[in-house]
């Protein structure tokens, strides 16, 4: 060994740099893998929001099949309650679709398709005369209702407007009258030595507190304004229907319900029958187009992520508002 040669390490000398290094070198690593991680993880989330946003500008499976479509029957749906802001039971979502369905030239006939336990009056008063107005405005063009499983109260209030009415056999149809109720725990708070404290401005602010005791003006009251509601009912069922009402049956606006088959034989339904029979056999147009009216994908995206959430990404492309 030369005098210039270093001296041999000892076994008990520390291996700290060496240690040092493999640190450095696993620390890179595992930043490396999680950088990957995340670079994944926002690749796929943008990926996800293009996909939704593309989905978004995509015409509805109703938009394309009108397009080029020949001569069809046109399809509206009223689902479910009919009240405001309800989707394919609102007045406005009914409305739109039906206008679109008879202003296509292509249209040789209309079905609107229900099924309705009913709801509100004013959203249905305001469907009826709209079918009443497109009716005078396109008298070439019919609309039948066609029910599924109910068509009741409110739905009813409806269909009565359409120029003939079919059903299965088993449906259920008519309740033709007008209903409010509430409940009334004025005995239970007297249980539980709860005391009702209600302040008011006006002698029938607290109308219909169900805390307080019935007041038998307010309930005389009630009924009568019930009672005119359910007039307006029996006066719209009585120009849709005319002649075609069974007379002088006392049950035909108590409220009651009959199947498809015992609705015939009241004038309160015209025949049997499907949506695809109609259009196939009283129309005579088998192709149908569906024009119900139904949200666009980034409003749903909206609803279920949250406005907020969606429009701030839409900002960052440019989009004002949800369409």
């Given at each position: 060994?030369?005098?210039?040669?270093?001296?041999?390490?000892?076994?008990?000398?520390?291996?700290?740099?060496?240690?040092?290094?493999?640190?450095?070198?696993?620390?890179?690593?595992?930043?490396?893998?999680?950088?990957?991680?995340?670079?994944?993880?926002?690749?796929?989330?943008?990926?996800?929001?293009?996909?939704?946003?593309?989905?978004?500008?995509?015409?509805?499976?109703?938009?394309?099949?009108?397009?080029?479509?020949?001569?069809?029957?046109?399809?509206?749906?009223?689902?479910?309650?009919?009240?405001?802001?309800?989707?394919?039971?609102?007045?406005?979502?009914?409305?739109?679709?039906?206008?679109?369905?008879?202003?296509?030239?292509?249209?040789?006939?209309?079905?609107?398709?229900?099924?309705?336990?009913?709801?509100?009056?004013?959203?249905?008063?305001?469907?009826?005369?709209?079918?009443?107005?497109?009716?005078?405005?396109?008298?070439?063009?019919?609309?039948?209702?066609?029910?599924?499983?109910?068509?009741?109260?409110?739905?009813?209030?409806?269909?009565?407007?359409?120029?003939?009415?079919?059903?299965?056999?088993?449906?259920?149809?008519?309740?033709?009258?007008?209903l409010m109720n509430g409940f009334g725990f004025v005995g239970t708070l007297q249980k539980l030595g709860v005391q009702r404290r209600l302040f008011t401005a006006g002698?029938?602010?607290?109308?219909?507190?169900?805390?307080?005791?019935?007041?038998?003006?307010?309930?005389?009251?009630?009924?009568?304004?019930?009672?005119?509601?359910?007039?307006?009912?029996?006066?719209?069922?009585?120009?849709?229907?005319?002649?075609?009402?069974?007379?002088?049956?006392?049950?035909?606006?108590?409220?009651?319900?009959?199947?498809?088959?015992?609705?015939?034989?009241?004038?309160?339904?015209?025949?049997?029958?499907?949506?695809?029979?109609?259009?196939?056999?009283?129309?005579?147009?088998?192709?149908?187009?569906?024009?119900?009216?139904?949200?666009?994908?980034?409003?749903?995206?909206?609803?279920?992520?949250?406005?907020?959430?969606?429009?701030?990404?839409?900002?960052?492309?440019?989009?004002?508002?949800?369409?």
């Open positions: 060994m030369s005098e210039n040669s270093p001296p041999p390490a000892s076994d008990h000398e520390p291996q700290w740099d060496r240690e040092i290094l493999q640190r450095l070198a696993f620390a890179a690593l595992t930043e490396q893998r999680h950088a990957r991680r995340w670079g994944i993880f926002f690749k796929s989330l943008w990926l996800l929001f293009l996909f939704a946003l593309l989905l978004a500008v995509w015409p509805g499976q109703s938009e394309r099949e009108g397009i080029d479509s020949g001569r069809h029957t046109a399809l509206v749906d009223l689902k479910g309650v009919i009240a405001d802001g309800s989707g394919s039971g609102s007045a406005d979502t009914v409305i739109t679709g039906l206008r679109k369905a008879f202003n296509d030239k292509d249209t040789a006939g209309v079905i609107l398709r229900i099924n309705s336990p009913g709801g509100s009056p004013v959203q249905a008063g305001e469907i009826y005369d709209a079918i009443r107005r497109l009716r005078k405005e396109h008298p070439k063009t019919p609309i039948y209702t066609v029910v599924s499983d109910i068509c009741a109260s409110g739905g009813y209030y409806v269909a009565a407007a359409t120029d003939k009415i079919y059903a299965n056999r088993a449906s259920i149809v008519g309740s033709i009258g007008v002698a029938h602010k607290g109308f219909l507190d169900p805390f307080s005791p019935e007041n038998p003006q307010e309930v005389t009251y009630l009924k009568k304004m019930l009672e005119d509601i359910h007039q307006q009912f029996i006066a719209a069922v009585k120009e849709g229907r005319g002649a075609r009402l069974k007379k002088n049956d006392p049950d035909l606006f108590s409220g009651l319900v009959w199947t498809g088959d015992q609705a015939v034989s009241l004038g309160l339904v015209d025949g049997l029958g499907s949506a695809r029979y109609v259009a196939r056999d009283v129309i005579g147009a088998p192709t149908i187009v569906d024009y119900t009216q139904r949200p666009r994908y980034f409003e749903r995206l909206a609803a279920t992520l949250g406005s907020s959430m969606v429009n701030s990404f839409g900002s960052l492309l440019g989009i004002d508002r949800l369409q």
